[in-house]
């Protein structure tokens, strides 16, 4: 095993996109943010130098972290930010984990710039013929103004955040934006060669279908696990997500449009300016009677609200054979995940810019979490300080209702609160989400920091307990570490509670996670020296 180090500077560059410059958070001046290369059993160290203004972490996405939650990155979760002049050194190891992972800014909206992709390869091969090439794939969106602008301005009038207004692959828009045409990113092929694409969602509100023209691919991992292979030209990816497809060159040299749209509160139709491109270029694609190379062939991409489409893709990963899910439960939860909104005292107050008045919020079991901002919640658990937050975190929902929608509106405001949920060490934790339905009905991509889990179930309308979790699939469910829980309907996920420390379960869309959709699990500390968290790094920020 190697050790790999890196040094990030986290600083603001100028960067030309739609016609106009702007100066974006960036690591390094990369954008995106540089990739990392690793092999499993390797170990990190990454030095973040804060040369910018504002406060930062990062977060890497989907990594373990084992027993190491000071590496986890979510600001005021597991450390306090890296303030502007100083350090932080992340150190971590990669313990079983094969495929595609990213790395993002987890403080505010600063995630929209600071993110790259983090490429773990086979200990020693791939469960299938090692493709030719391989080529990363990070679809994202653009923003006109500064994200975290955007941010204080929606947090400051309780109306919905603004838009962004491109989606982009590796960063550039594509052939059907203005002034991007020269950007677009093309992945070179040669005819009956097969490459590896390695896909993530780092999109800020988005869930996206993508598809490449004319060609099939086979998706081979999800989340950094192998999965059991499957064909379709349709997928469905949730920010947060990756997944790994095959792609094979088996189609007439030409230049065929990979494409993204959006799946879900999209604007418009697929093929307008919402649709961000690559190419897929065949080495021996021949030119126009110009000698300019020919238009390249778009792919057809579902409506934005093709749920089925969706739910088929995602109900598709499985495990690659039998895996081992725990059959009992310890801990059996039930969360509601959802928007809501609260009427506030003074009407028409500048901070109530949303429907009638009301104000945008959102949360689980009706707790909108707020962030400590004194202390980072590991460090206060570590070391007993008191105050910070409570581990009353319910696990139910304080009031049963029907979650189809048409529910009074007193069960749409929900109650602040720094609220943890305690786990005993190895305890085997089933936990449902729900969503609410409340405002409006939507998929919320939950993302558990710190695990990975199976994802034993899901279905549209009210999760029954008493019928659903005889249909669980407990032989080949997929492993992931971030799952949509369905408009209208429910996502059930299983995990050993074997990593100590404190992990935010949270929704993938920043909007809703800015509004409140979180909350944290406290995993305890077991008896012994490989059961309980490491001390914590001596450059670790202070608060
Ligand atoms: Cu990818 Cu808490 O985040």
């Keep these: 095993a190697e050790i790999h180090y890196h040094e990030f500077v986290a600083r603001r560059v100028p960067v030309k996109r739609l016609c106009k410059n702007h100066n974006i958070l960036t690591i390094n001046g990369q954008f995106p943010g540089p990739a990392l290369i690793v092999r499993n059993g390797d170990s990190l160290v990454i030095k973040v130098v804060n040369s910018a203004r504002e406060n930062i972490t990062v977060h890497w996405h989907g990594i373990r972290q084992l027993r190491n939650p000071w590496a986890d990155g979510p600001e005021y979760v597991t450390q306090c930010p890296i303030k502007p002049g100083a350090?932080?050194?992340?150190?971590?190891t990669i313990i079983d984990q094969e495929g595609t992972l990213w790395w993002h800014a987890h403080s505010r909206w600063l995630r929209a710039t600071v993110y790259g992709v983090l490429i773990i390869l086979p200990k020693f091969s791939y469960p299938f013929a090692t493709p030719k090439q391989e080529f990363p794939v990070l679809l994202g969106e653009w923003f006109d103004r500064d994200p975290n602008a955007i941010l204080r301005q929606a947090q400051f009038t309780g109306a919905q955040p603004n838009v962004s207004v491109a989606y982009t692959?590796?960063?550039?828009?594509?052939?059907?934006?203005?002034?991007?045409?020269?950007?677009?990113?093309?992945?070179?092929?040669?005819?009956?060669?097969?490459?590896?694409?390695?896909?993530?969602?780092?999109?800020?509100?988005?869930e996206l279908f993508f598809s490449i023209a004319n060609h099939q691919m086979t998706v081979v991992g999800a989340d950094a696990a192998y999965t059991k292979p499957f064909t379709t030209r349709i997928m469905m990816i949730a920010p947060g997500q990756t997944t790994d497809v095959l792609v094979s060159a088996d189609q007439p040299p030409a230049r065929y449009y990979l494409a993204a749209s959006a799946y879900q509160t999209a604007m418009n139709a697929a093929f307008d300016n919402t649709t961000?491109?690559?190419?897929?270029?065949?080495?021996?694609?021949?030119?126009?009677?110009?000698?300019?190379?020919?238009?390249?062939?778009?792919?057809?991409?579902?409506?934005?609200?093709?749920?089925?489409?969706?739910?088929?893709?995602?109900?598709?990963?499985?495990?690659?054979g039998r895996v081992n899910v725990p059959t009992e439960i310890d801990e059996n939860l039930f969360f509601t995940v959802g928007l809501g909104l609260n009427n506030c005292s003074v009407p028409n107050s500048p901070r109530c810019q949303g429907p009638n008045g009301t104000r945008f919020?959102?949360?689980?079991?009706?707790?909108?979490?707020?962030?400590?901002?004194?202390?980072?919640?590991?460090?206060?658990?570590?070391?007993?300080v008191p105050g910070v937050f409570t581990t009353d975190f319910p696990p139910v929902p304080p009031v049963k209702f029907d979650y189809?929608?048409?529910?009074?509106?007193?069960?749409?405001?929900?109650?602040?609160?720094?609220?943890?949920?305690?786990?005993?060490?190895?305890?085997?934790?089933q936990l449902v989400m729900q969503d609410t339905s409340i405002v409006t009905t939507e998929d919320h991509p939950m993302h558990l920091h710190g695990y990975h889990f199976y994802v034993v179930g899901s279905g549209f309308g009210n999760f029954n307990p008493k019928t659903d979790p005889a249909k669980f699939?407990?032989?080949d469910p997929p492993q992931r570490n971030t799952i949509g829980t369905p408009p209208g309907g429910w996502v059930a996920i299983r995990f050993i509670a074997d990593n100590p420390g404190v992990w935010l379960l949270h929704c993938h869309l920043d909007a809703h996670l800015a509004l409140g959709l979180t909350m944290a699990f406290l995993v305890e500390n077991g008896v012994g020296e490989l059961q309980s968290v490491i001390p914590p790094p001596a450059d670790l920020p202070p608060c």
């Design 473 to 475: 699939n407990l032989f």
């Design 169 to 206: 692959v590796n960063g550039q828009p594509g052939d059907l934006y203005r002034c991007s045409s020269q950007g677009t990113v093309r992945i070179p092929v040669v005819s009956g060669e097969k490459i590896l694409l390695r896909i993530v969602n780092t999109a800020l509100n988005q």
């Design 276 to 320: 961000t491109t690559a190419i897929l270029e065949y080495k021996s694609a021949a030119c126009g009677k110009n000698g300019r190379p020919l238009r390249p062939i778009l792919p057809r991409l579902p409506a934005f609200n093709d749920t089925a489409t969706a739910t088929a893709f995602t109900a598709g990963i499985k495990s690659p």
């Design 361 to 384: 919020t959102a949360s689980i079991n009706n707790v909108s979490f707020v962030f400590p901002r004194s202390n980072s919640l590991m460090q206060a658990y570590y070391q007993g």
């Design 404 to 429: 189809t929608g048409n529910v009074s509106r007193g069960l749409w405001q929900p109650r602040t609160g720094t609220k943890l949920f305690k786990l005993k060490y190895n305890s085997r934790v």
């Design 87 to 92: 350090t932080y050194t992340y150190r971590f």
